[in-house]
C-alpha cells in the first residue's frame, strides 16, 4: 500500500523557519522524483520545490534561495527546509511522488506563518 505522510507543518512567525518531511512507503522511492506544492486558501495548488530521483532540483521563483529540498532514499523521506518564512507562504504543503505518469500523493499539513 503507497503512503506518503507529511510532518512538520505548524504556526510560525514571520522570518521563521519550519522543517517539512515526507515519509514514504509502498514503493521504490529511489526511482521517483519528489515534488512539494502548496495550495492557499482558494488558490491552485502550486509546485513549490521539485528533486529527481538524481537529486536535481528545481524551485518556484518565489521560494528561490529561502527554501531547500533533499531526500534521503535510505530513509525514504523528503524534506523542505523554509526559511525566512513569509505570510504569503501559509498554506496547505502536499508532498508527491512521480514517476512518468504515476502520481502519489500525500493528505498535507498545515504550515501558518503569523504574528
Known amino acids: 500500500q503507497v503512503q506518503l505522510v507529511e510532518s512538520g507543518g505548524g504556526l510560525v512567525q514571520p522570518g521563521g523557519s519550519l522543517r517539512l518531511s515526507c515519509a514514504a512507503s509502498?514503493?521504490?522511492?529511489?526511482?521517483?522524483?519528489m515534488n512539494w506544492y502548496r495550495q492557499a486558501p482558494g488558490a491552485e495548488r502550486e509546485l513549490v520545490a521539485s528533486?529527481?530521483?538524481?537529486?536535481?532540483?528545481n524551485y518556484a521563483d518565489s521560494v528561490k534561495g529561502r527554501f531547500t529540498i533533499s531526500r534521503d532514499n535510505a530513509k525514504n523521506t523528503v524534506y523542505l527546509q523554509m526559511n525566512s518564512l513569509k505570510p504569503e507562504d501559509t498554506a496547505v504543503y502536499y508532498c508527491?511522488?512521480?514517476?512518468?505518469?504515476?502520481?502519489?500523493w500525500g493528505q498535507g499539513t498545515q504550515v501558518t506563518v503569523s504574528s
Open positions: 508527491k511522488a512521480r514517476r512518468f505518469a504515476r502520481d502519489y
Open positions: 509502498g514503493f521504490t522511492f529511489s526511482n521517483y522524483a
Open positions: 528533486i529527481s530521483y538524481a537529486g536535481t532540483t
